[in-house]
């Protein structure tokens, strides 16, 4: 019997595992021939200051294929990575955001331009072209580099910290500034961020998410907050959803904010009328 059961909970997980080996395939197989067609977009998420004005956005990449419908990015960045894709697909995204910000948001005559804020894989990281890809990119749409920010995770530039810091310096040269994506979700210290060219810290979502459940994790933040401004970065707060979050980060003395208590990642459109309006009213009467 035992033997019998174990049988075929082998199988059952044999066939498990075949049909997402399957799936994987099919997903990467599709996400190549969607390469350099229209099934890629990218929304475009409104970062906020304290008095409630849009400073900038983050592109969030999205993929609509026809075969399998609407793909989440937690979904193919994976297998655009473990298969290499990822390095064609970031050129492709960092140009479609590019030109889309020409267009509808760096148009107009405002004093302080919003700047743009792409993601980066620690693979597109690692990747000899990246600081030629980037100038690249810039250079054929003649965007401003002073106004485009990577975001990279803590793991993209801990993995080979001495490539990591040449790379840093030679895109900050370029005048690209870098923020540390999901902060808090890796080994790395501040301390030893310190030593990089990185001007923001963004602190992942996880701890406030937990906020209402763990004293720690506020207690975390808090660090986190004072210990980054202490060293001169700035702070941005992700994934903030609700009005006691945002009360707990002012308090807390975090002046950047970006979640869906704003705003959900937007059509470019969509994110050059929200200047039009320019404040949010949550923030509208907060303190200066
Ligand atoms: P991320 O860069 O940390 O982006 C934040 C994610 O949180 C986004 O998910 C965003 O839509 C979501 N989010 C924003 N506000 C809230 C909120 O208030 N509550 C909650 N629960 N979530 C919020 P998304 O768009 O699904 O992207 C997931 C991840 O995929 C990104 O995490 C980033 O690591 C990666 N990604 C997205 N676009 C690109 C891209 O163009 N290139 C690369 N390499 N990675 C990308
Ligand atoms: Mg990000
Ligand atoms: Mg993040
Ligand atoms: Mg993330």
Request: charged share 25%.
């Amino acid at each position: 019997m035992a033997k019998e059961r174990g049988k075929s909970t082998y199988q059952m997980y044999n066939r498990r595992l075949h049909s997402s080996i399957q799936a994987r395939r099919t997903l990467e197989r599709q996400f190549e021939q969607a390469l350099g067609g229209n099934e890629f977009h990218a929304l475009f998420q409104p970062k906020v200051d304290r008095k409630g004005r849009i400073i900038g956005a983050e592109a969030l990449a999205r993929w609509n294929s026809p075969e399998l419908g609407q793909i989440p990015p937690d979904q193919f960045i994976p297998v655009a990575e473990s298969s290499g894709l990822i390095i064609p697909f970031g050129r492709e995204i960092l140009d479609l955001a590019l030109r889309e910000w020409q267009r509808c948001v760096c148009a107009g005559e405002g004093e302080e331009k919003p700047v743009l804020a792409v993601n980066l894989s620690p693979f597109q990281f690692g990747h000899p072209d990246l600081v030629r890809d980037i100038q690249r990119a810039l250079e054929k749409t003649g965007f401003d580099p002073a106004l485009l920010e990577l975001e990279i995770t803590e793991t993209g530039i801990m993995r080979d910290q001495d490539e990591a810091e040449k790379k840093l310096l030679q895109l900050n040269e370029m005048g690209v500034s870098i923020a540390i994506d999901d902060f808090g979700t890796g080994y790395s210290s501040l301390k030893k961020i310190k030593d990089f060219p990185v001007g923001t810290i963004k602190i992942d979502k996880s701890f406030l998410e937990n906020l209402n459940f763990s004293r720690k994790s506020s207690t975390i933040i808090n660090a986190i907050i004072g210990l980054s401004h202490d060293l001169g970065f700035s702070v941005v707060a992700e994934g903030v959803e609700t009005l006691d979050q945002l009360e707990f980060l002012q308090e807390a003395g975090c002046n950047i904010y970006q979640g869906y208590l704003f705003d959900k990642p937007l059509a470019i459109e969509e994110l050059a009328s929200r200047f039009t309006v320019r404040y949010y009213p949550v923030l509208l009467n907060a303190g200066s």
